[in-house]
């Protein structure tokens, strides 16, 4: 089930309040979790906070791939979006899918975003594999974020879930998808990515 859960900046009026969006997965979309506490809603908090007009969209679709993520951008993209967050590959590792695919479809992910609206900042959220992948795959998906941002020139976060992967206590019972207090650490990873952009 497709989870788009919005945050409207209160008592901001709807002409200046611009969009950020997230696109992404369970990460995004908080598995596990209330939708209050995944990190797209902290980071909403962290804006209504500074006094920022902005309101928060988290298209967060728990299992979606990048292949997913294309055939689903368009309708996405109904809306209007000044910075667009993609949080998009995970599972593709998981699954051991070819590198190389996630990258044409996250870079089409890109064109499709920027011929949509010229003017948005994009931003992309890198992940790691875990090494029981094999080394070479590993290595192969790690390189993929920083060879789409170059080729792009889109802000990279090099690692979303740094400082939360492999720790057991920032993690649901499933390894994979991080507690609220993981959720904590992620938002301000993003933050800091995001805030020379607002």
Same mark, same amino acid.
């Given at each position: 089930?497709? /989870?788009?859960?919005?945050?409207?900046?209160?008592?901001?009026?709807?002409?200046?309040?611009?969009?950020? %969006?997230?696109?992404?997965?369970?990460?995004?979309?908080?598995?596990?979790?209330?939708?209050?506490?995944?990190?797209?809603? /902290?980071?909403?908090?962290?804006?209504?906070?500074?006094?920022?007009?902005?309101?928060?969209?988290?298209?967060?679709?728990?299992?979606?791939?990048?292949?997913?993520?294309?055939? =689903?951008?368009?309708?996405?993209?109904?809306?209007?979006?000044?910075?667009?967050?993609?949080?998009?590959?995970?599972?593709?590792?998981?699954?051991?899918?070819?590198?190389?695919?996630?990258?044409?479809?996250?870079?089409?992910?890109?064109?499709?975003?920027?011929?949509?609206?010229?003017?948005?900042?994009?931003?992309?959220?890198?992940?790691?594999?875990?090494?029981?992948?094999?080394?070479?795959?590993?290595?192969?998906?790690?390189?993929?974020?920083?060879?789409?941002?170059? =080729?792009?020139?889109?802000?990279?976060?090099?690692?979303? %879930?740094?400082?939360?992967?492999?720790?057991?206590?920032?993690?649901?019972?499933?390894?994979? &998808?991080?507690?609220?207090?993981? &959720?904590?650490?992620?938002?301000?990873?993003?933050? =800091?990515?995001?805030?020379?952009? %607002?």
């Amino acid at each position: 089930m497709l /989870l788009l859960c919005v945050w409207l900046a209160a008592g901001l009026p709807a002409a200046e309040t611009r969009i950020l %969006l997230f696109f992404g997965d369970s990460l995004t979309a908080g598995y596990g979790l209330d939708p209050d506490e995944a990190y797209p809603a /902290l980071i909403q908090r962290k804006l209504d906070a500074s006094g920022r007009a902005w309101r928060v969209v988290n298209a967060g679709l728990s299992g979606e791939t990048t292949a997913g993520g294309l055939r =689903r951008l368009d309708w996405i993209l109904r809306q209007p979006v000044d910075i667009f967050v993609i949080e998009l590959g995970g599972n593709d590792g998981l699954r051991g899918i070819d590198p190389e695919t996630s990258r044409s479809n996250l870079e089409a992910m890109i064109r499709r975003v920027r011929e949509k609206y010229p003017s948005v900042k994009i931003v992309l959220s890198g992940m790691q594999m875990p090494t029981n992948m094999g080394p070479a795959y590993t290595s192969q998906f790690a390189a993929m974020y920083p060879a789409v941002a170059q =080729r792009t020139s889109v802000v990279l976060i090099p690692f979303l %879930l740094e400082g939360v992967g492999g720790v057991p206590e920032l993690n649901l019972p499933d390894g994979i &998808h991080p507690t609220a207090e993981g &959720h904590k650490i992620v938002a301000e990873t993003v933050w =800091r990515a995001l805030q020379p952009l %607002l």
